[in-house]
């Protein structure tokens, strides 16, 4: 093998050299979006946003204080299925940025053979062997591998806040599947002392029916009623059962082999929301920062399809030796090497390297489009739970004063009844009115409680620490 001369092999080099700071394709700069001075819903200043989607957020739902859900959360992070999944992506997707950076650095390879061969007659049967190393590089001149290399850290960062959102969704969603379990669970237990007292109307109409005093329709009316407010239930003990498979499903468990043991009276604490959150807190929120990543990457494929524009430099060299015997495999004489330099250019494609350069414009549109959409969204959703919080709050203490005073009103028509100063139609008008006051008293707690949450998970993970 004839060696490649010392000059042509140097000059090589310095090109690749001088030419190292020629990488092409755009500077990446955050896709700009309109923002709000401040929440229209709270008295937060909004800020030029720095990612702070890696903050530690914390337990967030310790805010509820109730060591129940305390424990399911925790079981989310090791046996939920869809966050196993995102830690596997991600670990995918950190695998992918290793392979891109090994593509920064040369290739070596180690080859070793032996070999006999002979044939009939007078040939002689004849032995060979051959080691050798053999070596390659390919500058990065134009950039193309350090953008492969960035593209993947960006796609890496943007599967981490994946698996952030995939965390606080998983949470979010089993806390709001507890909430409403209790509800259902201080529902039902309303529902059963509500059978309990058309019960005792039953009772009651039936002795007025069988004295004379009233006609068979008081009867009917409050067996119709009890066999109704049966009726509803069985339909809250369904409710009750699809939301705990739910959970079960959420902490990675088959709901054959979980339960949760009602809790009749449940008064569970509403964390003190500040309204005056900065919006810098939207910082935290892991789909932003998903977003803003996958606009990174798509800027640097810009750039990889730019370099197709120029030729690519590829570097060579082996050494090695062959001999009839091991003996002389490795004397000098048996010892032969080679260095060499390639350029490689497409000179006609047809215009698919202008075309796969516009594609990759056209990604970061969308990518760019997808970011700002995001944060809109966002600003959004923490609008309508800002206003949510607010009016539920207001909601709340206006349905305890309707409960109080339909019980009241409930007794006092009952009585007047079995005075027979009114029909039972106002008593079963007066009953109902208070039932669903009381439900939903319950309900305006619950949705309180849901409402917390969907503030904390459109804050991404909550306000403490900032």
Known sequence: MKPVPHRITCVAL??????????????????????????KEGRGEWVKAVPADALERGPWWELFNDPELTALASQVEVSNQNVAAAVASYAQARALVAQQRASLFPTVDLSLGANRSGGRGDTAERSSYQVGIGGSWEPDVFGRLRRGVDSARAGAQASLADLQAARLASQGELAINYFNLRQLDAARALQADTIEGYQRSVKITQNRYDA???????????????????????????????????????????????????????????????????STLLQRRPDIAAAERRAAQANEQIGIAQAAYFPSLRLTGNIGAASATIGDLFSTSALVWSLGASLAQSIFNAGATRAQVEGARAGLEEAAARYRQTVLAAFQDVEDQLVASRVLQQQLALRQQAAQAATLVEQQVLNRYQAGQVSYTEVVTAQVTAQNARRALVQAQSDRQVSAVALIQSLGGGWRGL
């Open 14 to 39: 310095a090109a690749s050299l001088l030419l190292a700071a020629c990488a092409v394709g755009p500077t990446y700069q955050r896709p700009t979006v309109e923002t709000p001075a401040a929440f």
């Open 212 to 278: 004379g005093i009233v006609a068979r329709t008081d009867v009917l009316q409050a067996q119709t009623q009890l066999a109704n407010a049966q009726a509803e239930q069985l339909t809250l003990e369904r409710q009750r059962a699809v939301l705990e498979h739910a959970i079960a499903v959420l902490v990675g468990k088959a709901p054959g082999n979980f339960s949760i043991a009602p809790r009749p009276v449940f008064a569970g604490m509403i964390p003190d929301i500040p309204f005056d959150v900065p």
